[in-house]
T-cell receptor, first 116, second 112 residues
């Protein structure tokens, strides 16, 4: 499709398990973002990838969280040893960097994570 | 922290114009004003952006004051489907700018 695609859309996991969330950005978009949104709360920035530059990891809440992106393609957010406070929707977004299209950031529909 | 302040909530009657204010008194000369909205259980959706001129598209109009310290998003004929949280954000246009900083937004409730 033409939009940002995320999978899985819903994930229920047991406390202590690792989870992996995937984001397929819009083709050609060099910038990719991960955000977290807890129920009833605002969006929290997690990490930002821009081309081949070092990612901005300043929003990652702990060392249990990590993300990878190869080139300008798919990104994976990994949460190790999940805790109940990790329950949230994880939103991915992407944008083109240059030209008139460089301003608009497009979001996916999110991956809903529930840790039980 | 977000660079914008918005009312927590607003109500609007269906079919009437919804006017959502935003204060951004510390905006820099190269920062644009962006508006997004988030309908329940969905990812944020881009609405409109502007620098200093008023802007209009198929979704909304954006009015920016001459001193650029505040702006208003106008939904000319609100429908029930416009019920959402509306976020006003300031950021530098394009380039290698980092993340969007979302505040708490305004929860708009459109009522029949």
């Amino acid at each position: 499709g033409a939009g940002v695609s995320q999978s899985p859309s819903n994930k229920v996991t047991e406390k202590g398990k690792d989870v992996e969330l995937r984001c397929d950005p819009i083709s050609g978009h060099t910038a990719l973002y991960w955000y977290r949104q807890r129920l009833g709360q605002g969006l929290e920035f997690l990490i930002y990838f821009q081309g081949n530059s070092a990612p901005d990891k300043s929003g990652l809440p702990s060392d249990r969280f990590s993300a990878e992106r190869t080139g300008e393609s798919v990104s994976t957010l990994t949460i190790q040893r999940t805790q109940q406070e990790d329950s949230a929707v994880y939103l991915c977004a992407s944008r083109h960097t240059y030209g008139d299209s460089g301003n608009t950031i497009y979001f996916g529909e999110g991956s809903w994570l529930t840790v039980v | 922290d977000a660079k914008t302040t918005q009312p927590t909530s607003m109500d609007c009657a269906e079919g009437r114009a919804a006017n959502l204010p935003c204060n951004h008194s510390t905006i820099s000369g190269n920062e644009y004003v962006y508006w997004y909205r988030q309908i329940h259980s969905q990812g944020p959706q881009y609405i409109i952006h502007g620098l200093k001129n008023n802007e209009t598209n198929e979704m909304a109009s954006l009015i920016i004051t001459e001193d650029r310290k505040s702006s208003t998003l106008i939904l000319p004929h609100a429908t029930l489907r416009d019920t959402a949280v509306y976020y006003c954000i300031v950021r530098v246009y394009g380039g290698s700018q980092g993340n969007l900083i979302f505040g708490k937004g305004t929860k708009l409730s459109v009522k029949p």
